[in-house]
């Protein structure tokens, strides 16, 4: 077990609706990255939080947002959902020192949400 | 842009036996690291071994090493004394030196036969 968690485990949504996913990180940790892996294929990054504020994106549309707490949980809300959203969403919670310093510690996964998007 | 890239697929290995698998990348970067996961049916991501670039000494973790090539831009792992445990889809990853985005390769499915 790695301490962080993710909720839901399993979602199923209909085209054109709204989701949110959750992500509690470590203790200790104040960075979470969000990830998503269509099936049979390596993990895409979607973007990074860093102490409340997004801290690098991947090539994502803009209809993939997310926040960061006080507390360093996270939620990856995704709009107008479409077919092709249908993944595991990880996400990754992580110490660094400072946003422009290298992150020189093991990121966390959690055990992901399944989304399924119908 | 960084580039991973696994060619083999699957691999399949018997018990207490050794299999290598192969990770080559692309970046323009000279600081960097470099990371093998893990990735069990349980779908969570486990670290297996980290290689720092400016290091020259491969990474070793138990029965797991690396033969890490920075010139030829190469990263393999070694599994030494295979067991059951073992079978997983194993992704080799990428990150900057700015150390906010991981990328991964399209992974490779290990089957450990008993």
């Known amino acids: 077990e790695t301490g962080v968690t993710q909720s839901p485990t399993h979602l199923i949504k209909t085209r054109g609706q709204q989701v949110t996913l959750r992500c509690s990180s470590q203790?200790?940790?104040?960075?979470v990255s969000w990830y998503q892996q269509a099936l049979g294929q390596g993990p895409q990054f979607i973007f990074q939080y860093y102490r409340e504020e997004e801290n690098g994106r991947g090539n994502f549309p803009p209809r993939f947002s997310g926040l960061q707490f006080p507390n360093y949980s996270s939620e990856l809300n995704v709009n107008a959902l479409e077919l092709d959203d249908s993944a595991l969403y990880l996400c990754a919670s992580s110490y660094r020192q400072g946003r422009f310093l290298p992150l020189n510690t093991e990121a966390f996964f959690g055990q992901g949400t399944r989304l399924t998007v119908v | 842009a960084q580039t991973v890239t696994q060619s083999q697929p699957e691999m399949s290995v018997q018990e207490a036996e050794t299999v290598t698998l192969s990770c080559t990348y692309d970046?323009?970067?000279?600081?960097?690291?470099l990371f093998w996961y893990k990735q069990p049916p349980s779908r969570q991501m486990i670290l297996v071994i980290r290689?720092?670039?400016?290091?020259?000494q491969n990474a070793t973790e138990n029965r797991f090493s690396v033969n890490f090539q920075k010139a030829a831009k190469s990263f393999s792992l070694k599994i030494s004394d295979s067991q059951l445990g073992d079978t997983a889809m194993y992704f080799c990853?990428?990150?900057?030196?700015?150390?906010?985005?991981?990328?991964f390769g399209g992974g490779t499915r290990v089957l450990v036969k008993p």
């Open positions: 203790s200790g940790h104040n960075t």
């Open positions: 290689q720092e670039a400016y290091k020259q």
């Open positions: 970046t323009s970067e000279n600081n960097y690291y």
């Open positions: 990853a990428f990150d900057g030196a700015a150390g906010n985005k991981l990328t």
